[in-house]
Nanobody, 114 residues
Framework: QEQLVESGGGLVQAGGSLRLSCTAS????????MGWYRQAPGKQRELVAR??????TIADSVKGRFTISRDNAKNTVNLQMNSLKPDDTAVYYC?????????WGQGTQVTVSS
């Protein structure tokens, strides 16, 4: 069964760092992009960062603070988050986009205290 397993969320003080990881397991084929989205209370889900074979896209709000990386052999995507701000507080969702199906993780909470 295909699934995305996320890890790395938690509570951190402003200015701190967290690293999120997501591993795609099962028979997931035709991956075109892997990435992370987030949804804060009362707000729409938004793209944080995604990576394809052509490069990566980083949201302006996190540019210079967050870095996305991918291990193709392990079907893993990581999000290194530095200089975290209270505005980064949200549920972060892993996304794997294939030519067949768009997969979503169940989400991991990131809370940044001021």
């Amino acid at each position: 069964q295909e699934q995305l397993v996320e890890s790395g969320g938690g509570l951190v003080q402003a200015g701190g760092s967290l690293r999120l990881s997501c591993t795609a397991s099962g028979s997931i084929f035709g991956i075109r992009a892997m990435g992370w989205y987030r949804q804060a209370p009362g707000k729409q889900r938004e793209l944080v960062a995604r990576i394809t074979s052509d490069g990566s896209t980083i949201a302006d709000s996190v540019k210079g603070r967050f870095t996305i990386s991918r291990d193709n052999a392990k079907n893993t995507v990581n999000l290194q988050m530095n200089s975290l701000k209270p505005d980064d507080t949200a549920v972060y969702y892993c996304n794997v986009y294939t030519i067949y199906v768009n997969y979503w993780g169940q989400g991991t909470q990131v809370t940044v205290s001021s």
